[in-house]
Every structure is written in structure tokens, then in C-alpha cells.
């Protein structure tokens, strides 16, 4: 058997940033093979992750990244079991690597795009296994979102301080300059931030699910059920009202002015700016 030096334990080390016995303990298994060790404690890193397959990962950190253009960003959130770990240089730079990887990510969505998602030869699940293998948590992508702006219009993010909870939203404009002014820049990132504080469902009520729509309505019918008949449709009316303005992202009041609704806001940024604004989509993630 080759004996294992100081040096080789050290040089392992450094590669991998796995443990000092971990690592001799590879380069013992391998007789002094640096690379079959590496390998070694990557399998070592989806046993942990197999073993911890049921755990849960409710710490960690949401991420975000948009190009230079900024015609395309990317938010994704990765999970830990512990707030210790969420805050390790190991996992902090897995989500630095994240965030470059759902950038590059082909997909719009899915966890399992990402995570096959190749940089320079090596797959975000690849590096995600190192992870595991060196904190000796499970760790797993929790969301990913891909927005690409193709006509006129910006992309805003807003990660809180926490960094457990960020948005994403797309914005399209009437005019490269509409979405190049000032005024729709601020209104775009203030409304990620309201996002972020307001958790809205849907950006309108025609994108709330129906099911959940008939599940409010019955309750308030059910509140309901001993007033006069002919005012029990405009009391669930007005009832479904606030559920909107409560839940609906354009219909909220803004959070930095409950005066004016998120519509209001962008409509008037962008008519500050000579022209017009919508909100396309957007996203909110969470950890913990």
C-alpha cells in the first residue's frame, strides 16, 4: 500500500475542501490516487444525500442573477437542514455557483433542468453532491424561475437582507425608452420589493386558480347564510372584492403608498416616461 503523506492529505484538501481524515481516508481507499479519491468523496456526498433523503431543508438562501443586457434573470432558492450550514462558505458558494447555473439554464423551469445544466463540463448536480459531501447535509434546489424579455420591457429582483425571501417580475413597455426611464426602472424594482412584502397569488384575478375562487365564495356564503336573501349576492360580491385587492398583485395597495394600487404606480411611472407598462409575470421564493 502507498503510504499517505502530510502533502497528499493537504493537496486533496485543498481540491475538494473536504476534511483532513476524510481525505486520507480517500487517498487510503485509492492507494495514493488523488483523482479516484475525489470520486471517492463524491460518492461519499450522495450517500450522505441518499441517507438524508427524508430530512428536511427548510434554511438556506435564495439567489438571483440577470444577464448583461438584461434581457434575462434567473431566482432560485437552495436549501439546507440548518441555519448553520446556510451560512458556510461551502454552501454560500454553491449558491453563488447557483445562481451562474440558472442563468445558463436552457429551461424556463423545473429544479431538474438546472440541476443538468452543464458549465465547463461539470453539472450543478455535480457541484451540488460536493456540497452535501462537504457539510454533511442534505441540500436541494427548492425553485427556480427564468424570465427572457424578447420585446421592449426589464426585468426587476429584489432580494430581501435576510436573503431567505426574494421576487422576480417582468415588466413589459410600450418602447425601449419607456423601459430605459427612470421613473418605470423604480417603479419595477419598488414593485419586486411589494411582491416580496405582499405575497400576492396572481397578478389579476384571472389567475387565481377556480378552485379557489369557488372554495372563497362558499365560505362567505356560508357566513352569510342567515342574512335576507336579496342581499346575500352583494355581500359575497363585496366579500370577493377585498379577496382580490387583498390577493391580486395590480390590485394591492402599494406598500410604499397605500394611497395608490400596484397598477396605479406602474401606470403612472410609465406615463411619466411617455408611454405604457404591464406586468408579464412574476415570481416570489422562500426558504424557511
Given at each position: 500500500m502507498?503510504?499517505?503523506?502530510?502533502?497528499?492529505?493537504?493537496?486533496?484538501?485543498?481540491?475538494?475542501?473536504?476534511?483532513?481524515?476524510?481525505?486520507k481516508?480517500?487517498?487510503?481507499?485509492?492507494d495514493?490516487?488523488?483523482?479516484k479519491?475525489?470520486?471517492?468523496?463524491?460518492?461519499?456526498?450522495?450517500?450522505?444525500?441518499?441517507k438524508?433523503?427524508?430530512?428536511?431543508?427548510?434554511?438556506?438562501?435564495?439567489?438571483?442573477?440577470?444577464?448583461?443586457?438584461g434581457?434575462?434573470?434567473?431566482?432560485?432558492?437552495?436549501?439546507?437542514?440548518?441555519?448553520?450550514?446556510?451560512?458556510?462558505?461551502?454552501?454560500?458558494?454553491?449558491?453563488?455557483?447557483l445562481?451562474?447555473?440558472?442563468?445558463?439554464?436552457?429551461?424556463?423551469?423545473?429544479?431538474?433542468?438546472?440541476?443538468?445544466?452543464?458549465?465547463?463540463?461539470?453539472?450543478?448536480?455535480?457541484?451540488?453532491?460536493?456540497?452535501?459531501?462537504?457539510?454533511?447535509?442534505?441540500?436541494?434546489?427548492?425553485?427556480y424561475?427564468?424570465?427572457?424579455?424578447?420585446?421592449?420591457?426589464?426585468?426587476s429582483?429584489?432580494?430581501?437582507?435576510n436573503?431567505?425571501?426574494?421576487?422576480?417580475?417582468?415588466v413589459?413597455?410600450?418602447?425601449?425608452?419607456?423601459?430605459?426611464?427612470?421613473?418605470v426602472?423604480?417603479?419595477?424594482?419598488?414593485?419586486?420589493?411589494?411582491?416580496?412584502?405582499?405575497?400576492?397569488?396572481?397578478?389579476?384575478?384571472?389567475?387565481?386558480d377556480?378552485?379557489?375562487i369557488?372554495?372563497?365564495?362558499?365560505?362567505y356564503?356560508?357566513?352569510?347564510?342567515?342574512?335576507p336573501?336579496?342581499?346575500?349576492?352583494?355581500?359575497?360580491?363585496?366579500?370577493m372584492?377585498?379577496y382580490?385587492?387583498?390577493?391580486?398583485?395590480?390590485?394591492?395597495?402599494?406598500?410604499?403608498?397605500?394611497?395608490?394600487?400596484?397598477q396605479?404606480?406602474?401606470?403612472?411611472?410609465?406615463?411619466?416616461?411617455?408611454?405604457?407598462?404591464?406586468?408579464?409575470e412574476?415570481?416570489?421564493?422562500?426558504?424557511?
Open positions: 502507498v503510504e499517505i503523506s502530510a502533502s497528499m492529505v493537504v493537496k486533496l484538501r485543498k481540491i475538494s475542501g473536504q476534511g483532513m481524515m476524510d481525505c481516508k480517500a487517498l487510503q481507499e485509492s495514493g490516487d488523488t483523482d479519491a475525489l470520486d471517492i468523496l463524491r460518492k461519499k456526498g450522495l450517500a450522505t444525500l441518499s438524508r433523503s427524508e430530512r428536511e431543508t427548510s434554511e438556506g438562501i435564495v439567489i438571483c442573477k440577470a444577464s448583461e443586457d434581457k434575462q434573470a434567473a431566482m432560485a432558492s437552495l436549501c439546507c437542514e440548518t441555519d448553520f450550514v446556510a451560512k458556510s462558505d461551502d454552501f454560500k458558494a454553491a449558491a453563488k455557483a445562481a451562474d447555473y440558472a442563468l445558463q439554464c436552457s429551461s424556463d423551469s423545473g429544479v431538474e433542468n438546472v440541476l443538468g445544466t452543464e458549465v465547463g463540463g461539470t453539472s450543478y448536480n455535480d457541484i451540488l453532491t460536493e456540497t452535501v459531501s462537504k457539510t454533511g447535509e442534505k441540500t436541494q434546489v427548492g425553485d424561475a427564468k424570465f427572457k424579455i424578447s420585446g421592449s420591457g426589464l426585468i429582483t429584489y432580494i430581501h437582507f436573503e431567505k425571501v426574494g421576487s422576480m417580475v417582468s413589459e413597455t410600450s418602447s425601449d425608452e419607456v423601459a430605459a426611464a427612470d421613473s426602472k423604480q417603479a419595477a424594482c419598488d414593485i419586486a420589493m411589494h411582491i416580496t412584502a405582499a405575497k400576492p397569488l396572481a397578478i389579476d384575478k384571472d389567475g387565481i377556480p378552485e379557489t369557488d372554495r372563497e365564495k362558499a365560505i356564503v356560508e357566513q352569510v347564510k342567515n342574512k336573501a336579496q342581499i346575500v349576492d352583494k355581500i359575497v360580491e363585496g366579500k372584492n377585498k382580490y385587492a387583498e390577493n391580486c398583485l395590480l390590485a394591492q395597495p402599494f406598500v410604499k403608498d397605500d394611497s395608490m394600487s400596484v396605479q404606480v406602474l401606470a403612472a411611472a410609465a406615463k411619466e416616461a411617455g408611454g405604457e407598462a404591464k406586468i408579464k412574476f415570481v416570489r421564493f422562500s426558504v424557511g
